[in-house]
């Protein structure tokens, strides 16, 4: 039984560039989470994605954006990157309408903005 | 917003011994999950436990809702229990958007 994988582990980019950040969630799943976790902090939600359309957002600038498809993968994608968006991007995945929604990460992308 | 306060925020302990973790919260919540955060940065769900009390092993925690605060216990503790421990708690039962608190850093020597 697959976990949640994401894809690329590490990723150095500039300011101003762009980037896609890819996670397919654990299998049975139909909802991913995406969080930003910057270092020695929490988890900061950045928007959930269920049945391809964005369902709640935490307070992230439009810079960052969405995609989900109908095998329930999903895209983040951050517009003119700025230095503080260098973190550890994790992508979550749960079971909508269970009784007991866990919350189970990938291993996350680490991206770094010089 | 919720707040989301851990204590404490750095602990240290010898291999078998046990110790209790903190959550408080501001606010009334649905959904409460505690994770464990290895050194190499992979978030493991631990509990979805937003009322109640559950264990799996040498771990168990309990949330009284009423109170706002949620306990996690480590017992017996191993080299390999080292990491940060998140409470994480939602409004929502349905797990979206979950407010993390800063964590507890936990380093147990052999």
């Known amino acids: 039984d697959a976990g949640v994988t994401q894809s690329p582990t590490h990723l150095i980019k500039t300011r101003g560039q762009q980037v896609t950040l890819r996670c397919s969630p654990k299998?049975?799943?139909?909802?991913v989470s995406w969080y930003q976790q910057a270092l020695g902090q929490g988890p900061q939600f950045i928007f959930q994605?269920?049945?391809?359309?964005?369902?709640q957002r935490g307070n992230f600038p439009d810079r960052f954006s969405g995609h989900q498809f109908p095998n329930y993968s999903s895209e983040l994608n951050v517009n003119a990157l700025l230095l503080g968006d260098s973190a550890l991007y994790l992508c979550a995945s749960s079971e909508r309408g269970t009784a007991s929604e866990k919350l189970f990460f990938g291993s996350g992308t680490q991206l770094s903005v010089l | 917003g919720i707040q989301v306060e851990q204590s404490p925020p750095d602990l240290i302990l010898q291999e078998g011994a046990n110790s209790t973790l903190r959550c408080n919260f501001s606010d009334s919540v649905n959904n409460l999950q505690w994770f464990h955060q290895n050194p190499w940065g992979q978030l493991i769900n631990l509990f979805y436990i937003p009322s109640g009390t559950k264990q799996n092993g040498r771990l168990s925690a309990t949330t009284v809702a009423t109170e706002r605060y949620s306990l996690l216990y480590i017992s017996s503790s191993q080299t390999t229990d080292s990491g940060v421990y998140f409470c994480a708690v939602g409004r929502s039962s349905n797990t979206g958007k979950l407010i993390f608190g800063q964590g507890t850093t936990l380093q147990v020597k052999p």
């Open positions: 994605y269920y049945e391809e359309e964005e369902r």
């Open positions: 299998s049975g799943h139909d909802t």
